[in-house]
């Protein structure tokens, strides 16, 4: 294609493409979400699609989670660097969850299949999920203690053909199978990727043909330089400088020390550098992050300062960031360091650059928000005798923005819902207790965080494993502009009862029919002085429980009779 041919394609039929390109992403999300075997892919969304190019760049994602998304470029490339496009053909699915190849950690699952049209390649569509399990140690695969090195983590697959003409590669099913605690979930995961695959390919086929190649092919040149150009006409509206920032991660599991990350932001003439020099190294545990994770999220910072939501995520947005971090670090680990327990960091990376760019660009970030619970349950079900697994997350809140108050029991950086309770009940020999916003837990300030949620949760089975995966019991959820900080965070097992005892947020611990476990996300942080604050609005805080009448006098200065 030359310049002149990209030259001829006019501003609305870029537009046509493009927004068909995310249309197909968004199918074929619809498509796995609806084929799903697990609650955490079909009721809380912990899945991703999106469509590239022949040449493997990416054109269109579905909006879904930023890891996966972000991660995806990275998984694409070594999945063809194993199976070049003249090893292809239709129906084709080849899969990968290694690590070190953009996985990120083991239960993300990546999946691949190529689009043809009249016998030409017009590209790829990709598909992630978080599998219930994958092997290991502990139920779910995301223990972090006692886990010192990569092999004790799971099942890894290096790119694998999966689906070889649209039919699957049996040996490699019984494979999988065979190496996680509950088959049937997994294995039904995994064949919804391929109903979203057959609906993408066939639709990006379809699209070639109606429109023709060349026109496709032209006009995602156009929107993919486009894209770079908007971010680019952004970050020169940002003053040029350098900003840094320290935050602190509680530990890797009982009696280890903090971990200290550290991030150096730079704006220079439409270029944005994250330098991660200065983080401390990576540990004997599975909480590491690679490489490709730590990007996914820069990705997403970078469009959060300028794009936002008024340009689908592409190749093309990506090209004004600079990504570095020495090679050891906690950041860039190095095999054969283990990495499953990554999953909690996705919010951290973010409150790290945005502590930064809070310095930068103040009105265009967040405090930071209450550090969500990914505890996952194991063991065997009385009513049925057969292994369950009881993957959750409790989603704590959004810390508070230069003009708004933060959300509460949102996610602050994916697209996941809270699971509900009815699904969960269902399905695992549990009882939901409680299920509740905590009252002043979301740091005060002229505009105050979101509040940390509680949920109890009761045994129904013996003999059941928790790994335990959260952060924020010792170094709160900072505020800003003298915002104060939310409320720390905690697991307590039996509250109230004469065993009561405080959890680690990374211990694995052995449990018994009618334990109660509380899991309390930390609250996200305020933003501006709390004097500022109008009074009637902290009035209606204490009206709707969210603040407390001593908080309002003590910490507000606003007295009433309640």
Request: charged share 20%; aromatic share 8%.
């Amino acid at each position: 294609m030359s310049a002149s041919d990209h030259a001829c394609v006019d501003p609305l039929t870029v537009a046509v493409v493009w927004g068909r390109l995310a249309a197909i992403a968004e199918e074929m999300a619809e498509a796995q979400q609806r084929c799903a075997f697990s609650d955490q892919v079909r009721e809380g969304g912990d899945y991703s699609t999106a469509v590239f190019d022949a040449a493997g760049r990416m054109l269109a994602q579905a909006n879904r989670s930023p890891a996966h998304l972000g991660a995806m470029p990275h998984v694409v490339q070594h999945m063809l660097d194993a199976y070049p496009v003249d090893t292809l053909v239709p129906g084709d699915v080849i899969v990968l969850n290694d690590p070190y190849m953009g996985s990120g950690h083991l239960p993300d699952f990546f999946a691949m299949s190529p689009a043809f049209h009249a016998g030409r390649l017009a590209g790829f569509v990709v598909s992630c999920i978080h599998l219930t399990d994958i092997g290991g140690p502990a139920p779910g695969s995301q223990a972090v203690v006692g886990v010192t090195e990569g092999v004790q983590e799971g099942l890894r697959l290096l790119p694998t053909r999966l689906y070889r003409e649209g039919e699957p590669v049996r040996e490699i099913f019984e494979l999988i199978g065979a190496n996680v605690r509950v088959p049937e979930l997994v294995l039904g995961d995994i064949r919804a990727q391929r109903a979203a695959l057959h609906v993408g390919a066939t639709k990006l086929a379809q699209f070639h043909g109606q429109v023709g190649s060349p026109v496709v092919d032209a006009a995602a040149e156009q929107f993919l330089t486009q894209s770079e150009q908007a971010v680019r006409r952004e970050l020169l509206g940002i003053p040029d400088g350098t900003a840094t920032f320290v935050d602190y991660l509680d530990d890797h599991g009982p009696g280890s020390p903090p971990i200290r990350l550290e991030v150096a932001v730079t704006v220079s003439g439409g270029d944005l550098l994250f330098d991660f020099t200065g983080t401390d190294p990576q540990t004997p545990s599975s909480l590491n992050c690679t490489m490709s994770y730590l990007k996914a999220y820069c990705y997403w910072v970078a469009k959060a300062i300028t794009t936002r939501d008024t340009i689908p995520q592409n190749e093309g947005q990506l090209r004004p960031l600079q990504i570095t971090a020495p090679p050891g670090c906690f950041f860039n680990p190095v095999p054969p360091a283990a990495l499953n327990g990554r999953a909690l960091l996705n919010q951290r990376i973010v409150e790290l650059l945005f502590g930064a760019l809070s310095k930068i660009v103040p009105d265009r970030v967040c405090a930071a928000s209450g550090q969500w619970t990914n505890p996952i349950f194991g063991g065997i079900d009385p009513s049925s005798g057969r292994t369950f697994v009881f993957y959750d997350y409790v989603m704590g809140g959004v810390g508070a923005r230069s003009s708004k108050d933060g959300l509460d029991a949102i996610p602050p950086t994916v697209s996941v819902e809270n699971i509900p309770v009815e699904a969960q009940e269902a399905r695992n020999p549990i009882i939901v207790e409680r299920y509740e916003l905590i009252p002043d837990s979301g740091g005060a300030g002229r505009w105050r965080g979101g509040l940390g949620v509680r949920k109890d949760i009761r045994m129904l089975a013996d003999d059941v494993i928790l790994s335990n995966l959260t952060d924020r019991h010792v170094y709160p959820a900072y505020g800003l502009f003298g915002g104060q900080d939310g409320l720390l965070g905690e697991t307590v097992l039996n509250p109230g009862g004469a065993d009561e005892r405080r959890l680690h947020s990374k211990e694995v611990v052995h449990l018994r029919r009618g334990d109660v476990v509380s899991f309390r996300c930390s609250g996200s942080g305020g933003y501006g002085l709390p004097s500022e604050r109008p009074r009637e609005t902290v009035l209606e805080d204490v009206r709707e429980g969210r603040v407390t009448p001593r908080s309002a006098s003590e910490v507000y200065g606003v007295e009433a009779e309640w």
